[in-house]
Every structure is written in C-alpha cells, then in structure tokens.
C-alpha cells in the first residue's frame, strides 16, 4: 500500500483550502464537464468523491470523467467499500469515531484492505466526527451512530484528541450534507486549540460568509457539496 504523502501535504495550514464534494449519486457523467470548468474557476484545492448510498462502479466511473477536466487532486470519502477505486489520487480511510458501530470504526477498513492494497491511492487515516446539527443525516442513517450532541464540547473536543493520539492524519468535523445547522465555529476554534493535524469541516455550509467563517474559526479545509448541486452559480462567489 502506497503512503505518497503529496495529499497531505497540498493542506496548507491557515490558507483557504477547499474541498468541492461531489456525490456519484447526485452528478451525471453528462453534467462532469460543465461541473469542473466552474470548479477549475473557483479557488477550490480538492475534489473529494463519495457518498452514503452510491450503486457499485459509479464511482470510478465519474472519477475517470473528472480527471480528464482538472488537475486537482481526487480523493476518495467513501461511504462504503464499493465506493473504492484506483482511479482517484487519494482516500480518506474514515473512522467514525463519534460513533459506537464496530462496522465504521474498523470493520469496513477491514474489509477494504483487499481492495486497497491493490491501488496506489495515497491512504489518509481520518478520525470522522459526527455533530447533531437539528435534522437526521444520511450519515446517521446508514451508520446507525448518534452524531454527538452540540452542546457536548468536550466530548467533541475529547474524540478528536483521541483521534489524534491514535495516530489520525486528519479530523474532520462533520455536521452532514445538507445539514440544518454546519458547525459552530466555538466548536471548530475549540478543536483546532486541541490538536496539532489538520481540520476538515463540512456539512450546512451555503454562503461565503459561512464559509469564510469556517477559516477563521480554524478549519483547514472546508468542504461544500450541496450548496454546489443547487447552485452553480455558488462558484462566482469563490472565484480564485
Ligand atoms: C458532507 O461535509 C459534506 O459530507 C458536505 O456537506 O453537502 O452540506 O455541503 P454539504
């Protein structure tokens, strides 16, 4: 198994890094194009690929139309084994570790291990937050986890140290696509405070502000999907 490194290392800390997600569920392999010239525009620095509920071959196939329109690098967040593919540059080899389902703390990473060893894909480990944020996600769903309640700051605070002692690459705080609420950014300050990797935050974040917010706050790398799927005109708004 591969550990290139180059991923990681294109995560400027304290820059805008930003991380357009695209879910092989919710894009055509007609609509890849158009898609990415608007991406290629913005000041976006990675494409992260996945979803809670993608059919098998989906996937590859949409990573395979994105490359041949950017240079950015590719990175797999794979809401399931099947999601993965050698085609990508990278992976997010999630942990769900505001959960308690032995499945995503370490049983998909086992069943992925066959898969994986096959690739060169550049294998991040990333200790994967879940954070209540006033609606069900299709994260919760699917993991049949309890995200951890906002007001729990320690706990949140706790898991992500964890995650960092047990060796993790990256945190990601996550309030689901789509969320209600994104995250707070006390929470995200607070985070970043504790730990000494990297931060990812996503899930409910729709305008510049919020996003700009994210930064300030300390994420490193803010991710958006939904508000990309239902506006595209969203990316004038982040013109490199
Ligand atoms: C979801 O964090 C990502 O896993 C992005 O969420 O779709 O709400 O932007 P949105």
Redesign the pocket.
């Known amino acids: 198994m591969t550990q290139h490194n180059h991923i990681l290392n294109s995560i400027q800390p304290n820059a805008r890094n930003l991380a357009v997600?695209i879910?092989p569920d919710k894009m055509t392999v007609d609509a890849v194009a158009t898609f990415i010239t608007q991406v290629n525009q913005s000041y976006a620095t990675h494409i992260?690929v996945?979803g809670s509920e993608v059919s098998e071959g989906l996937t590859e196939i949409l990573v395979l139309e994105i490359k041949k329109h950017t240079d950015l690098p590719v990175i797999l967040?794979p809401g399931d084994v099947i999601q993965i593919t050698d085609k990508a540059d990278g992976i997010l080899f999630l942990s769900l570790i505001s959960g308690r389902n032995p499945d995503y703390l370490i049983g998909k990473q086992v069943e992925a291990v066959s898969k994986l060893v096959k690739t060169n894909l550049e294998v991040i480990p990333t200790g994967y937050i879940l954070i209540e944020n006033g609606k069900e996600t299709a994260?919760q769903r699917v993991s049949e986890t309890d995200p951890i309640p906002r007001h729990a700051l320690q706990t949140i605070i706790d898991t992500a140290v964890a995650g960092a002692l047990l060796g993790m690459k990256l945190i990601?705080l996550?309030?689901?696509?789509?969320?209600l609420h994104?995250i707070d950014p006390h929470i995200i300050s607070q985070v970043k405070a504790q730990i000494n990797i990297p931060l990812i935050?996503?899930?409910?974040?729709?305008s510049k502000a919020e996003i700009e917010t994210a930064y300030k706050a300390g994420a490193d790398v803010v991710?958006?999907?939904?508000?990309?799927?239902n506006d595209q005109s969203f990316f004038n708004a982040l013109k490199s």
Do not use: C, H, K, P
């Not at 935050?201 to 729709?206: K, S, W």
């Not at 991710?223 to 799927?229: K, L, Q, S």
């Open positions: 997600l879910d992260f996945g967040f994260v990601y996550e309030a689901g696509s789509g969320a994104a935050v996503g899930g409910g974040l729709r991710v958006i999907g939904t508000a990309f799927e």
